[in-house]
């Protein structure tokens, strides 16, 4: 029999990924494309070379998100909606207290709220399911976990929108001070979380992770009512830079992971302690489940940490004069990129898994938790934006 | 053979000292020395973000006591990150990444170029992730099939007869190696940048004798030349402060306690700074407009910078740090407290000391600063309307020193307008004996001119004894009348004590009068009344003598002068200000005339030729750091054996480390793969 060799590669070759996206992905990629030009038209004036840049990788990167994670399709495609509704309706700050959606919903602060409620009854409802063993419960954690993120991040949109309504011209990204990377902070973890939840497809990390999203939202509740840091003010000239806009989000996606990872951490180290028969046993993650989502995280919290911090070091040497100035903010970042570096080479290279990484994991949050707030209150530097 | 025995002793060393260079490799490039190191740099990078680096010494010695901080310097805890130690330890662990990458990179090659196409069955049917097929096909289509499941999965193959067996090596993810590599490499790289940058030419220089610190803050042509760094020798980050319309050749380096001049080659001559705020005061963006003349340029270059927006010449980056005052030009008034009405012109600038003979005393000014914005939240708009983003310029003020003849200073902050509190006017006259502590304001209250003339001339008129002699009898009389007291005798004794408290009114302000008062009723039955009595009578002696001015002022007769409201609160406000004045320790009050505003613009600027390699550094890092996680190295096998009944045995297995879960899927397809065509279809078609 004559079989053609090259017949047999081409009827075995595998799609490739563009092969492989259905209309629905094309559509959404079309999608980005209007959106984004539509964007670049409207804002054209406003943006000098790198912020179109920005603009640019901000739609390649949506639309690669909306193929690689489908779940988020519909995610960002509501916070668009909904923030552009909210920003339409406001011609002037004072809107946000005399329009009933404004005022309820889509106003910054309304968003906000939603959000420091919504997180907690998703701690609540995770919780249920933990305890109860109801797959309903935990469902329901998933649902106000979505909304959540959405409503943080809808938060933030319109906020941008409001740093721009102010007089004097103070608008900027709001993520320059600690209040608004906290509300960040939240929406990231979350978003992160709800990713690894359908990959694994349970719900049973979801009450770990959102604790320190609560905490989270905790300190942000307090900071708003004892401090009033919702206030917008102005801006300080080394912040008004382009590089804002990339290196905090990058920074975030960082810190997220890491409080995931060592949120996993202490999941791991109860599960182990659990009996494979117990009934608490389904209830929690699998510890091969723990493992593995540990790993990623920590995995892709120090890529993007290490993109973070050579992104920051880019931007100081044009703001302050030199890529590194063992400010201490800067030093407590390598501090945290030793931390990590370190256990990925265990990991790597001795194969080290289970409790002692766990805890690592635990010890690198609170590693984590000085560079990105203890610093701003203990330590002085030219970090000083984010006061407390 | 003969040996020598020396050849053997040499052997034998040879091979001693091979081992033990061996021995060192394998410590240099172990993990357990790069971590401990890693360990040391992040406790180290931890003291010096805890201890505020790079302080005057004597802050130091007040924090720590002359022990500690003896012991701490000897540690260099103060520069930490240009330690000796510090960067032995970073020397160190550029050696060990070193030494680990090159150990590593034969193996990571041989792992990198070879299929192992050597294997056996027994490895292969060991993997957990195998498969065995007995198909009813020829070796050639047999081989075909799994060499187009591999290619078709994206794998890269080579192929081997090794005996009966045809084996394909597979492989896939090569790149993720090259991960490991470049993370490494950068690692190293940016070390090396980073070395190149920091300040260990410098620190060498200093140690051979050739620079030397300068400690004392002197005009730039008396410093030393051994403080001098000729331009283009290595990286440094100074910053220079230059006023507008002036020019630098240099910048200085703050380095420990004392600094060093690095010079340019080139100057900087700045020709305009300007600065723009935000409704609150709060500098919104602020630039300098920059002429650089070079002599190895026919043309300057122009340009201007902002934070954020620096110039980069000749491998020298200019960056907009900070601004204050280039010397503003002021014409002050000085105005003598001594109830002479003796007024003093003063000219200077910002930065200036003058010597000031004012009658009797001596001062030194020092004009430390000037303002041109004072900008707060508007006071009236928070209480009207709860309005924080309402906001009030109170205009131009400036900071002086004045120190007596002990040397003792007193700090002085002064408007040059009058400034709104509460819906009245007035003019603002800060001090403080401490630079901690916050500004008490003397508030002058301003004219119906809106200067403060008339306060002045009713401060003088305190001193001047027959006309608080006469305001002070017309006062006692009033008041004893009033009480239905007629005795001469009396009004006199009053008028003597009104004198008296005026005097420790002008001496010592309220709080003396009160003590005063406080000595003198001490004891008697009733106390209170007295010295109700005596406020009463030191009030109205005041009211008498505002009251003769304020006719004087108007052209009218005391009788026929009409007391408005307004009088009453400048005559409230003045007697308060009178008592400021006794506390408020200066011989004179500064009026400023006139400014001619001058500023300066803060540069800092660098030289970091390391700042390629650290760039280029970061993004090996980067891609690297990629590769190695979202890349993923796996190896398929297949063995191919002809067996003695017509059919072929195939034996599929394949390895992946990292993600054992994602390869199993990847497996399963490549056996669905095979499973098609070597199945039960592939049977049917060959029949």
Redesign the interface.
Known sequence: ?A?S?DQ??R????PSYLQRLSWKDWLWAAIMVVATVLTLTVLWDAMNYYEVGITIMTGITMMWMGWYWTASKIYMSAVCLVSLFAISRYPELAAAEADFFLRYLGSSQSAIMWMSALFPAATVAYGAGLLTGNAFASKVGTAMTWTGAGAGLVGLLVRWHETHL?????GYIPVSNLYEVFVLFAVMTSLIYLYYEGVHRTRTMGFWVLLIISASVGFLLWYHFDRGAY?I??????L??Y?MKIHVPTNFVGYGCFAIAAMLGVAYLIRARVADDSPWAARLPTLKQID?VSYRAI??G??FF??AT?LG??WA??????????D?KE??A??VW??Y??WL??RF??GLRGKVMAWWAIVGLFVTTFAFLG?NMF???LHSYGEL | MVQTAASITAKAQSRRKKRLSAIWLQFLGSMNLAISLLVVVAIASVIGTVLPQNQPYIDYLVQFGPFWFEVFRLLNLYDVYSAAWFLFILGFLILSTGVCVSRHMPAMWREVTRYRTHVREQSLLALSQHQRWQAQADTDTAAAVAMGALQGHGYRVRTEQRGDSLIIGGMQGRSMRLGYILTHVAVVVIAIGGLVDGNLPLKLMEMRGDVRIERENLPLSRVPSESWIAPETGAFQGSVNIPEGSNSGVVFLQLRDGYLVQELPFEIFVEQFRIEHYPNGMPSSYESDLVLHDPELDEPIRQTISVNHPLTHRGHTIYQASFGDGGTRMEITGRLLDGTGTEVPITGRIFEDLQLELGAVERTLELDDFQLLNIQPDARAVTRTGARNEFMNSGPSFNYTLRDEAGQARYYHTYMAPVRVEDQWYYLHGMRLDQGEPFRYLHIPVDDRSSMDFFMEFHQALHDRNRVDAASQRAADTLLTQMGVANPQLVSQVARTADEMIRYLLNGGFGAVEAHLESRVEGAANAPMLREFSQAVLQRTLFEIYLEMLADRRGVTPASLQIEDTDRRFFEDAMNAVSGVAEYGAPLILQLDHFEYRQATGLMITRSPGKGIVYTGSALLIIGIFLLFYVSHRRVWAMITPKADGTTDVLMGGVNQRRPEQFEEEFASLTRSVDQHLGPVSQTSKD
């Open positions: 029999m079989v060799r047999i590669i009827d075995m070759r595998q102010y007089e004097g011209g103070i206030q003010e102005p801006l300080v000239p080394a008004n830079s590089w593995d995995a892709l120090f890529a290490t993109v050579v070091a880019l040497a044009e703001a302050w004069g030199a890529y590194w100035s063992w201490p030093s407590w390598l501090i030793l931390n570096a370190a080479h265990l290279t001795k610093v330590l002085s530097g």
